[in-house]
């Protein structure tokens, strides 16, 4: 018995290799439209984020005023009422203030869907007709 592929084997490697080479490029197609979806979303999330940042730094801005005003404040009170009861708890309150922690909020960060190694049809049109070269 010869070691090879019949003239029906062979052409149903064919078709199988051409019915692969399509589904690969459905999978690569596939795999395009969701990453542009991903993108979008991806978008659509961080200008949010952008915009959150921007009211984000408003507040922040008015925390550290708060802040400052208060120092200011307690600055121009005695040193004795600045060290009594009131002043500490008054300048624990501007500090408080001031250390709010009102950092921006980083862009979100969406993995796409990596390319699929579909390359099987390769695979399969490659192995050998027959043995030993025949």
Do not use: C
């Not at 149903?12 to 459905?26: C, M, S």
């Not at 395009?32 to 979806?37: C, E, K, L, M, R």
């Not at 500490?88 to 501007?94: F, L, V």
């Amino acid at each position: 018995m010869a070691f090879k592929l019949t003239k029906t084997q062979l052409a149903q490697r064919g078709d199988f290799v051409a019915k692969l080479e399509l589904a690969a490029e459905a999978v690569g197609s596939a795999v395009d439209t969701a990453n542009s979806a991903i993108d979008a979303a991806a978008a659509k999330v961080n200008d949010a984020i952008d915009a959150y940042n921007e009211i984000l730094a408003d507040a922040a801005e008015f925390a550290e005023n708060i802040g400052a005003d208060a120092q200011s404040e307690i600055a121009d009170k005695s040193e004795r009422w600045q060290e009594g009861d009131r002043g500490t708890a008054a300048t624990e309150w501007a500090d408080a203030w001031e250390g709010l922690d009102l950092s921006p909020v980083d862009h979100a960060s969406i993995e796409l869907i990596d390319e699929v190694d579909a390359d099987h049809a390769a695979t399969l049109a490659d192995a050998p007709d027959a043995a030993g070269g025949e």
